[in-house]
Structure formats: structure tokens, C-alpha cells
């Protein structure tokens, strides 16, 4: 991971809360969390250097998909954690999950709405849902 080094957008740490708070519960070092950190080729992507830049907020490259992916075996979470993690803080991408399948064919739907229809249907929803 080097090359031209890439700061966080400012405010962002997600992948980085997400570093220290698994390597505190699973009681790693960053030698021992990059030693657990690997791909699905067998090989370890991820250096503890790296690491250790990130959790320390110093600026670092955004992880590839190898490295979320072994970042994923030596923190045990799913895959999908450390990646809706590293898009949050790396390119303010955030996800919004629901536990049904209405909410994202609401979403599709809504895509294929004018500007006027979501409007009309923001209203709508606000009539049943105010915003927090």
C-alpha cells in the first residue's frame, strides 16, 4: 500500500473504529492481526505498518478488495462489515440497511420516479413517518 497516500475525507473513521475496536476484543497486536489477515489465495495483503497508520489516523491508501477481504478473516467479521466500513471513511459512502426486502424495492422504485413524484411521495411518507 503505497504509492500516493490518500487521507480520510475529515470526519471519517469508520474502518478505523472498526480496526481498534476488533483488535482490542480479540487482544492483537498489529504483527498478530496482519499475521491472521488473509485473502482467500492464502496470502497476507495486509501489513501491520499499515495498520498501524490507519488506527493512528496518519494518512494510507484505501484498502482493494484483497485486502477487506483478509481484513475480514482476521477481524471475524463478515466481509460486508469491513467493506461498508472502508467505503464510509474512505469515499462517504454510506449504507443503509433494512431488515426487508420492502425498503430496497422502495428504493428501486423510487429511482425510476420524477422529481415531482418523489416529492410527492417524501409527503407522503412524512405523513406516516415525520423525519427524526
Not at 464510509?88 to 425498503?103: E, L, M, N, P, Y
Request: hydrophobic share 40%.
Amino acid at each position: 500500500m503505497a504509492a500516493e497516500d490518500r487521507a480520510a475525507p475529515a470526519g471519517r473513521s469508520q474502518l478505523r473504529d472498526l480496526v481498534r475496536e476488533r483488535r482490542a476484543i480479540l487482544g492483537l497486536s498489529y504483527e498478530k492481526l496482519a499475521h491472521r489477515c488473509v485473502d482467500e489465495s492464502g496470502e497476507r495483503p495486509v501489513k501491520s505498518s499499515w495498520l498501524h497508520r490507519l488506527e493512528s489516523g496518519e494518512k494510507v491508501l484505501p484498502p482493494d478488495y484483497r485486502q477487506l477481504q483478509a481484513m475480514a478473516a482476521g477481524l471475524q467479521v463478515r466481509m460486508e462489515v469491513v467493506q461498508d466500513a472502508a467505503g464510509a471513511q474512505f469515499f462517504g459512502i454510506d449504507v443503509v440497511r433494512s431488515g426487508s426486502g420492502s425498503a430496497r424495492a422502495l428504493v428501486e422504485r423510487a429511482d425510476r420516479m420524477t422529481e415531482e413524484q418523489l416529492q410527492q411521495l417524501l409527503r407522503l411518507l412524512d405523513s406516516f413517518a415525520p423525519p427524526e
